[in-house]
């Protein structure tokens, strides 16, 4: 990224009238967007490649077998030869309670 500077006090409220602060910093190429449209347009492309979403489940636990992965949540039990999991600062407590090798934590 090009153009990254430090804003004084002053320069913040000229960038967003409705921020204060002692220091800032100026990152050009980012930009506030509505995520909850871009949210929606996500889930309407990946129902239009074909896959589900699944609202208002909570995973419950994951266990590894020879043949994949089961995912069993409040409501259903998914089998998979192969797992993502995307749950933001739990990832590793999912992950972990899979009970499969992992190296890594999430930084919080
Ligand atoms: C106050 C605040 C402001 C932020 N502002 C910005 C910003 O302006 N710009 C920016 O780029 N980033 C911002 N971030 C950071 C951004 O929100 C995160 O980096 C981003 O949301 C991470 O995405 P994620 O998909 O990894 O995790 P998340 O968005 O946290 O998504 C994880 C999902 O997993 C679900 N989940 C967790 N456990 C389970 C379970 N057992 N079963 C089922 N589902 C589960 C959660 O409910 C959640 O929906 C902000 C963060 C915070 C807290």
Redesign the pocket.
């Given at each position: 990224m090009e153009g990254i500077r430090w804003l004084s006090s002053q320069e913040i409220s000229e960038v967003e009238p409705h921020c204060v602060g002692l220091r800032g910093i100026r990152v050009p190429q980012t930009g506030i967007v509505d995520y909850k449209a871009v949210a929606i347009r996500y889930g309407e492309k990946i129902r239009e490649a074909g896959a589900e979403i699944f609202l208002g489940?909570?995973?419950k636990d994951m266990v590894v077998n020879s043949s994949g992965v089961e995912v069993i949540?409040d409501h259903h039990t998914w089998s998979s030869k192969f797992l993502v999991v995307?749950?933001?600062?739990?990832s590793d407590r999912?992950a972990l309670s899979s009970r499969c090798k992992t190296d890594w934590r999430s930084r919080s």
């Open positions: 489940e909570s995973v949540s995307c749950a933001g600062l739990q999912l």
